[in-house]
């Protein structure tokens, strides 16, 4: 079964930086791309980007070119999104998605919540 | 940058035919997609390339294009069928997706 589980939630205050994983099971991890997607409250879904773990390719949405950042491990088939230095703005859930095997998965998402 | 719009709310009664468009230059040059998202919950997929069914997705639901549009239908819509749906498709040349803007479907 292909599953994609994610990082717990987190609470930072602004200026700090974050890591959050995906970690992919089931399927071939360096096979396919992983995405994710923001969802800000009440808000609707907004693709960021994705990762090619085999490679490391990575295609980023120009609204989130060079605030985050896309990463992979494909020794442990987890994929990464980074920022260095969190605003409030950036508070939402967070999902990763894959299309593998003929099957479309997301992660459960991870929310995270800027304030000071 | 490339925009897909959705009308904001479709509002139906059950049993009734849902209909939800999603506009985009050049749309019909492209494979579009269909998420349904209910409350706390990660978004499904209902329909990829256009028309297609993924398995377990319900007969009612059905995709179609058109020109300049592409349409999401639920015949015979049921209350659990009450969600936020998206639109998603490639910006360009698979180097950018986009969702659309969500349409709130209420069956009531």
């Known amino acids: 079964e292909v599953q994609l589980v994610q990082s717990g939630a987190e609470v930072k205050k602004p200026g700090e930086s974050l890591k959050i994983s995906c970690k992919g099971s089931?399927?071939?991890?360096?096979?396919?791309?992983i995405g994710w997607v923001r969802q800000m409250p009440g808000k609707g879904l907004e693709w960021m980007g994705i990762i090619y773990p085999g490679d490391s390719d990575t295609r980023y949405s120009p609204s989130f070119q060079g605030q985050v950042t896309i990463s992979a491990d494909k020794s442990i088939s987890t994929a990464y999104l980074q920022w260095s230095s969190l605003k409030a703005s950036d508070t939402a859930m967070y999902y990763c998605?894959?299309?593998?095997?003929?099957?479309?998965?997301w992660g459960q998402g991870t929310t995270v919540t800027v304030s000071s | 940058s490339y925009v897909l719009a959705q009308p904001p709310s479709v509002s139906v009664a059950p049993g009734q035919t849902a209909s939800i468009t999603c506009g985009g230059i050049?749309?019909?040059?492209?494979?579009v997609h269909w998420y349904q998202q209910k409350p706390g919950q990660a978004p499904e997929l209902v329909v990829y390339?256009?028309?297609d069914r993924p398995s377990g997705i319900p007969e009612r639901f059905s995709g179609s294009s058109s020109g300049t549009t592409v349409t999401l239908t639920i015949s015979g819509a049921q209350v659990e069928d009450e969600a936020d749906y998206y639109c998603y498709s490639a910006a360009d040349n698979n180097q950018n997706w986009v969702f659309g803007g969500g349409t709130k479907l209420t069956v009531l």
């Open positions: 050049n749309i019909e040059t492209k494979s």
């Open positions: 998605a894959v299309n593998a095997l003929g099957v479309d998965v």
């Open positions: 390339d256009d028309s």
């Open positions: 089931g399927y071939s991890f360096t096979s396919y791309w």
